[in-house]
């Protein structure tokens, strides 16, 4: 059995979705900390803090995978300071004591290019590189990916992770991140032809279309694990734009959409990550091809949103 954690969260819905398409609806329970509505396969409520909880369904479900995707995002963190290091920390714990002691065989935790600081490369970022971030975020997904290098280096533990880039889906609303302008801004364009951007129009960051960041996920989990040589957390380069780009690719579709933009903190987190990211060792270990750039990504949203808003 398979647990996804943080399953009514941006990633969580779609991976749970694709997960029980290649394995089965009853091969993948899904948990929250709030109930799910029109789930298709096994929920449970799970507080990622209550680790006898987490014991139980383990025990119950007899659970050999883990998907670990609870985590308080970067704007949303520099709100809550102890409680994001609290819950991005322990809960992880909680999972690699787990699979240390033989009861998990595999787990899965997302890293995030929020590792990255002032002083990393913002071109081409390499897989090693220097890491100092400047968000509390950043700061627990970098202790993170220690942590899993050691619990796997020291104990073993098959822990696979990605440094996932601004994920953009149509299936969920923006979550908290930096890089959600990139989810709502298509959004706002089919409900109101306008965007007030919170970032600079020339501020390029990473993003990724969820479709390929699901794949990425599911087919590192899927590779044989000494084909695995990135502990910590791999690269995902994803597509690199502004919001002045990404506002063109939609006025393709729609002329008459207009973009303004009034900068905020997050606009301070952004311009300490980096620009674009280089993942040739994904590509080399586990054989990882992003398939969406932006025209396709913004062609493909555009559609499906207006499909969920009924505006076909």
């Known amino acids: 059995m398979i647990l996804v954690i943080g399953a009514g969260g941006q990633v969580g819905q779609e991976l749970v979705e694709n997960l029980r398409k290649i394995k089965g609806a009853d091969k993948v329970l899904a948990t929250d900390i709030r109930e799910i509505k029109d789930n298709e396969g096994p929920f449970e409520l799970l507080n990622a803090l209550d680790e006898e909880r987490l014991k139980e369904l383990v025990e119950k479900y007899k659970v050999t ?20 290091w609290e819950l991005n920390m322990d809960s992880l714990f909680y999972v690699l004591d787990l699979a240390k ?31 100092d971030p400047t968000t509390v975020y950043g700061i627990s997904k970098l202790a993170g990916e220690r942590w899993c290098e050691y619990y796997a280096k020291n104990y073993d533990v098959d822990v696979r992770s990605i440094r996932y880039p601004g994920l953009i889906g149509y ?20 409900e109101k032809g306008e965007y007030e951007c919170f970032l600079k129009e020339d501020t390029y960051l990473p993003m990724m279309y969820m479709e390929d960041a699901i794949r990425a996920t599911i087919e590192l ?9 990135v502990r910590s957390s791999y690269n995902l380069g994803g597509i690199s734009f502004s919001p002045k780009e ?16 009034a900068p905020d903190f997050r606009q301070k987190i952004a311009e300490s990550w ?29 559609k499906q949103l207006k499909i969920i808003k009924g505006l076909n």
């Open 65 to 84: 995978e883990i998907y670990h995707l609870a985590a308080l995002l970067s704007a949303n963190a520099e709100k809550q300071v102890k409680f994001a």
């Open 101 to 131: 002691e033989g009861v998990i065989k595999k787990v899965f935790w997302p890293s995030s290019i929020a590792v990255f600081g002032p002083n990393t490369p913002r071109q081409n970022t390499p897989q090693h590189t220097v890491t």
């Open 171 to 190: 299936k969920s609303m923006p979550g908290g991140g930096t890089t959600d302008y990139a989810v709502d801004i298509y959004h706002q364009a089919l």
């Open 221 to 229: 989990m899927e590779a044989p694990k000494e084909n695995i040589k």
């Open 246 to 261: 990404i506002s063109a690719a939609i006025q393709i579709q729609m002329p008459n959409f207009k973009i303004t933009y």
């Open 274 to 302: 980096p620009q674009s990211i280089e993942d040739t060792a994904a590509q080399k270990d586990w054989n990882w091809k992003m398939k969406y750039d932006l025209e396709k990504m913004s062609t493909d949203m555009l």
